[in-house]
Structures are given as structure tokens and as C-alpha cells.
């Protein structure tokens, strides 16, 4: 069955420090896995998937199938950083699969 | 583009009563879901919609119902409302097929529901 993992509801950093927001995934073929955000009194919306290989403001995630992770790394948090972030797994390899949502992890950016 | 559109924003029920949350997109998207998202439990897919007149079920279906009768339309609607159905609903879209676009899901802006 297809599953994600957010182990951390809430993760609370200085500006200016590195941030980690961990994401572990279970899915029996070639998932495809995002990184959705939800700014405070805004709507969800993408920030990356794994499959672009990009940095979005500052943010990169890389997946590892052998560890079935897709954690979201910035090297510097800043204090617009602060929302909540969920990772979202899809079956990448059958057009149609239904987007799969952790619980969420909220991140306070604090100065 | 208005790009996904949900009414209304707030809503406010008694148990036992019947609404339909509406949600529709001008992006002739494929694929539709509706969400909800309850603190600590984060989104959970209720029903989603492959096409027009497609549709199946989710990981929290009871008590919904959904059909898709247009492309740009997915309407969620509860049958006989309940205080476990107070939330947040979030209806969503995206192209299917392959592509890095596709698979992107567009949000709206949310249902604010309070069954009493």
C-alpha cells in the first residue's frame, strides 16, 4: 500500500540555520514524490517534485530508493520559511494514481 | 484563468442536513480530487476522478458522494452530514499522462465546514 511518513509534526529553527524536513515513503513501484506547501491563510501549492531535480527558493530534495526517503533540505532557513510542508507520493509509473499526502510538518522560522 | 474555484468558502450545518461543495476548473484538467485536512492527520483523499464520468474512491469515503458529469466540474456532496465531517476541503486538480507537467496538483482555496 502506498504510504508517507512525516515523523515530525513540528520543527522549530533559528534563521539562519539548516533545515531538514524528513519524508519516508512506501509504494511497490517508481513513485513519484512532491513536496507540497501551505503558506499561512494561503492555498496548497507545489514547491517541488523529485523528478525536476530543482532548487526552489532555496529548497532541494533528493530522493533515495534505497532508503525510501525524500527529505527537504535548505541550507539557511528564513523567516518567510515558516508553513507547513507535506510530502505527497504519486505511482509514477500508472498515469491516474491518486496523490497520497503525509500528515504535514509544520516549520517556525524564528529570529 | 481563474485556475480552481470551490463555494462556498464557509459553511455551517446541523447534523442530519445535506450540502453539496462545489469545485470547479478552467485548466481542462484530467484528473480532480477532493481532500480533507484535519490537524494532525494532514490531507486525506476522499474521492478523485480520472475523467468525466469516472471516479473511485479515496483513503475516507463514507458519508460522500461525487460524480463528474463535465470536465470542469467535480461536486462533493455529503448525504446526511456529521460532526466527524467538520473540516477543512480541499478540491485539487491536475493534467494526466506523461510529462513534468502533469501530475502537478492545483488547489482551491478551501471549505471551511462546521457540523453541529
Known amino acids: 500500500a502506498q504510504r508517507v511518513t512525516q515523523p515530525e509534526k513540528l520543527l522549530s529553527v533559528f534563521k539562519g540555520a539548516p533545515v531538514e524536513l524528513k519524508c519516508n515513503y512506501s509504494?511497490?513501484?517508481?513513485?513519484?514524490l512532491f513536496w507540497y506547501v501551505q503558506y499561512s491563510r494561503q492555498r496548497l501549492q507545489l514547491l517541488l517534485r523529485h523528478i525536476s531535480r530543482e532548487s526552489i527558493k532555496g529548497f532541494t530534495a533528493d530522493l533515495n530508493k534505497g532508503e525510501t526517503s525524500f527529505h527537504l533540505k535548505k541550507p539557511f532557513a528564513q523567516e518567510e520559511d515558516s508553513a507547513m510542508y507535506y510530502c505527497a507520493l504519486s505511482g509514477g509509473d500508472q498515469a491516474g494514481t491518486a496523490l497520497i499526502f503525509g500528515k504535514g510538518t509544520t516549520l517556525s522560522v524564528s529570529s | 484563468n481563474a485556475g480552481v474555484t470551490q463555494t462556498p468558502k464557509f459553511q455551517v450545518l446541523k447534523t442530519g442536513q445535506s450540502m453539496t461543495l462545489q469545485c470547479a476548473q478552467d485548466?481542462?484538467?484530467?484528473?480532480m480530487s477532493w481532500y480533507r485536512q484535519d490537524p494532525g492527520m494532514g490531507l486525506r483523499l476522499i474521492h478523485y476522478?480520472?475523467?468525466?464520468?469516472?471516479?473511485d474512491q479515496g483513503e475516507v469515503p463514507n458519508g460522500y458522494n461525487v460524480s463528474r458529469s463535465t470536465t470542469e466540474d467535480f461536486p462533493l456532496r455529503l448525504l446526511s452530514a456529521a460532526p466527524s465531517q467538520t473540516s477543512v476541503y480541499f478540491c485539487?486538480?491536475?493534467?494526466?499522462?506523461?510529462?513534468?507537467?502533469?501530475?502537478?496538483?492545483?488547489f482551491g482555496p478551501g471549505t471551511r465546514l462546521t457540523v453541529l
Open positions: 476522478s480520472v475523467g468525466a464520468g469516472i471516479t
Open positions: 485548466m481542462n484538467h484530467e484528473y
Open positions: 485539487a486538480s491536475s493534467y494526466l499522462g506523461g510529462g513534468p507537467s502533469t501530475d502537478t496538483q492545483y
Open positions: 509504494y511497490s513501484g517508481s513513485p513519484e
